[in-house]
Every structure is written in structure tokens, then in C-alpha cells.
């Protein structure tokens, strides 16, 4: 079974400039979230998905947004990009068939903010 | 509020010896699943081992096995018969019942030949 796809792998943008990455998750997992990785901060969550609602936020302001699609593909979009934004941006899917169900990650998108 | 502390910012180890990776977690949810994670240099975090707070046993998964302890609050990782190839980065994590991982700020390992 293929795993957890994001594309692109890697993205160069400048301040104020807008991006979108894309998470393709393992077949049958219903489950989409995402977080972000930076040497500050850690891994810190930012949402999830699931059957196209989503069903928690973390604490992003509001140029950080998200969506899901009824083949449970996620895309994530960052608005007016700001250097802090620069980080590794991991996608995690999920079956979910119980709350604590196990999250398998794909290999990231990393974010440069020049 | 829910935490994960992990107290080992980077540890040694001599090829094929077993290392302990120290994990105590915080959270008032009942119900809640801790996990470890590996993530090497490349970036791609990869699924080691499972324990849910209901379960009686510590889980074993190949070389990974959890010790886990309940009224410690604790879940450190064990890896026998360490590898070269364990080098990483280790996180320790918690799932309860709000769908999101909380994650430690990691362990480096770093297997010696």
C-alpha cells in the first residue's frame, strides 16, 4: 500500500507571497492533519481533517487554512508568507477508526520564506 | 494542559547495545494513546511502536519495545541490539480524545561503531 505523498517536496517563496502544499494520504484513511516543524518551536500542530470538516485547530493565525476533498486529499495554504513561515510542513493520515488511532506521516514539504 | 517531556537532548550508544529514550507525558484524558516516532535526517517521521492507556501489556514492536508506566506517567523507548542505521532523531508523543499529536521536543541518538 503507497504511503503518505506531499508535493512539492520543496518550495522557495518571498514575503508576502502565498503557497499551497498538497497531501495525498494512504488509501482508506479518512484522517488528514498537518503540522509544522521548525528548530524554535518543535513539531506543533496545526489541523485535521477528517471527511472534510475539520475538526481541530491549533494556535496558527489566520493566514494558515486548510481544506479536504471528498478523496481525503488535503491541501494547506499559507497567505502572505512571513520568514518565520520558513519550516519542514509534515502531512499525517490517519484511519481513525478510534480517536488514538495511529498517525503515518509523509516525508514533508520544506518551506524557505526569503 | 496535555505534555510531553523529554528530558535527553542527545544520547551515545555502542553498536549493538540497547538504549533507553526517556518519555513522561502529562494529560487528565482517561483515554489517550502514546506513540515514538523516528525521524532522520531526511525529514520523514516514521512510525516506531504504539501503547494505548488501556493496555495491560508494554508493546513490543521487533527491537522497539515501550515500558510503560501508568501511574509514572512515564513511556521511555528501548532499543536492542542497536544499529548504525538508528541514528536520529526520536520523538516521543501523546493522542487523547482532541485528534492531535503533542510531541516532545526529541531525543537525538547516535549509534557508535
Known amino acids: 500500500k503507497a504511503g503518505v505523498t506531499q508535493t512539492p517536496r520543496y518550495l522557495i517563496k518571498t514575503r508576502g507571497q502565498q503557497v499551497t502544499l498538497s497531501c495525498s494520504p494512504i488509501s482508506g484513511h479518512r484522517s488528514v492533519s498537518w503540522y509544522q516543524q521548525t528548530p524554535g518551536q518543535g513539531l506543533q500542530f496545526l489541523f485535521e481533517y477528517f471527511s472534510e470538516t475539520q475538526r481541530n485547530k491549533g494556535n496558527f493565525p489566520g493566514r494558515f487554512s486548510g481544506r479536504q476533498f471528498s478523496n481525503s486529499r488535503s491541501e494547506m495554504n499559507v497567505s502572505t508568507l512571513e520568514l518565520g513561515d520558513s519550516a519542514l510542513y509534515l502531512c499525517a493520515s490517519s484511519l481513525r477508526a478510534i480517536s488514538t488511532d495511529t498517525q503515518y506521516f509523509g516525508p514533508g514539504t520544506r518551506l524557505t520564506v526569503l | ?113
Open chain 2, 1 to 113: 494542559a496535555q505534555k510531553i517531556t523529554q528530558t535527553q537532548p542527545g544520547m551515545f550508544v555502542q553498536e549493538k547495545e540497547a538504549v533507553t529514550l526517556d518519555c513522561t507525558y502529562d494529560t487528565s484524558d482517561p483515554s489517550y494513546g502514546l506513540f515514538w516516532y523516528k525521524q532522520p535526517s531526511s525529514g520523514e517521521m516514521i512510525f516506531l511502536i504504539y501503547q494505548g492507556s488501556y493496555d495491560q501489556q508494554n508493546a513490543t514492536e521487533g527491537r522497539y519495545s515501550l515500558n510503560f508506566q501508568k501511574a509514572r506517567k512515564s513511556a521511555n523507548l528501548v532499543i536492542s541490539a542497536s544499529q548504525l542505521g538508528d541514528s536520529a532523531m526520536y520523538f516521543c508523543a501523546m493522542e487523547d480524545s482532541s485528534y492531535k499529536l503533542i510531541f516532545g521536543s526529541g531525543t537525538r541518538l547516535l549509534v557508535r561503531p
